[in-house]
């Protein structure tokens, strides 16, 4: 699962990394409003935690923003304020949860565990599907409907794959690839997104797939059913 962390306060926001990646959760972070919206806005991450009293843009702002650009990310609200009307309000922007400081690391992930069941869209056995592709979340089996054959993902094949097929009918940019797959911060080169397609093109070939992974001159990739 993919998480931004918008948190000014430098020592919290690596604290709150190293714990996250130990639940294996690859985490994006960022100390201010302004680059945490931007981030956000991408629409690459399953959840994002954000404190209130940020530089820049405060959480309250950047939940509205978002909001408004039909960003449906649950956002996870962290402040230091307890008092209702503050609640009140981040909620009503469009927050979906919120946590007062301080706060047991048990409660944040357990609240992180909580909208991530929440929102999932895929069904109880964990498989999303796309023409004759269906992708097993919890092994990273993908499987064609047509041959009945199947094949184990990398994990950027993973990633990759899974943000196309959850997108289908959209066209999909190196960049919104490279952020869901290497992260918003990273050195990655573009042509590494090109990589990644050539080997998920040729698992698909493997199992004898008609869905096709298209390029879109100038614009990026989409699925095809190849029906």
């Known amino acids: ?16 990394k190293e714990i996250f990646k130990q639940e294996s959760y690859n985490t994006d972070v960022f100390h201010d409003g302004k680059s945490g919206l931007t981030a956000l806005l991408t629409g ?16 309250f702002e950047i939940v509205k923003r978002a909001r408004e650009k039909n960003i449906t990310t649950p956002i996870l609200l962290l402040t230091a304020k307890s008092d209702l009307s503050d609640k009140v309000m ?4 469009g927050a ?9 690391i048990d409660e944040l992930l357990a609240r992180i565990r909580v909208l991530s069941r ?4 895929h069904s109880p056995d964990k498989l999303i599907s796309f023409g004759d592709l269906s992708l097993n979340l919890n092994t990273g ?24 097929i959850s997108n289908s009918g959209r066209i999909i940019s190196k960049e919104q690839l490279a952020t869901k797959v ?9 042509n590494n997104v090109e990589v990644y397609i050539s080997f998920t093109r040729k698992k698909l070939k493997f199992i004898g797939a008609k869905t096709e992974i298209k390029a879109v001159r100038g614009l990026g990739y989409e699925l095809r059913s190849g029906e």
């Open 1 to 16: 699962m993919k998480l931004l962390l918008i948190e000014d306060e430098i020592r919290m926001a690596d604290a709150i």
């Open 44 to 59: 690459t991450y399953d959840i994002a935690v954000l404190d209130v009293m940020l530089p820049g843009l405060n959480g």
């Open 90 to 93: 981040g909620l009503d922007l």
């Open 96 to 104: 979906d949860d919120y946590l007062t400081k301080p706060f047991e």
């Open 118 to 121: 929440r929102f999932v869209t």
């Open 141 to 164: 089996m993908i499987s064609s409907s047509v041959t009945g054959n199947e094949v184990r993902l990398s994990e950027k094949e993973f990633y990759l794959l899974e943000y196309l």
């Open 182 to 190: 290497w992260g918003y911060d990273n050195e990655a080169e573009y």
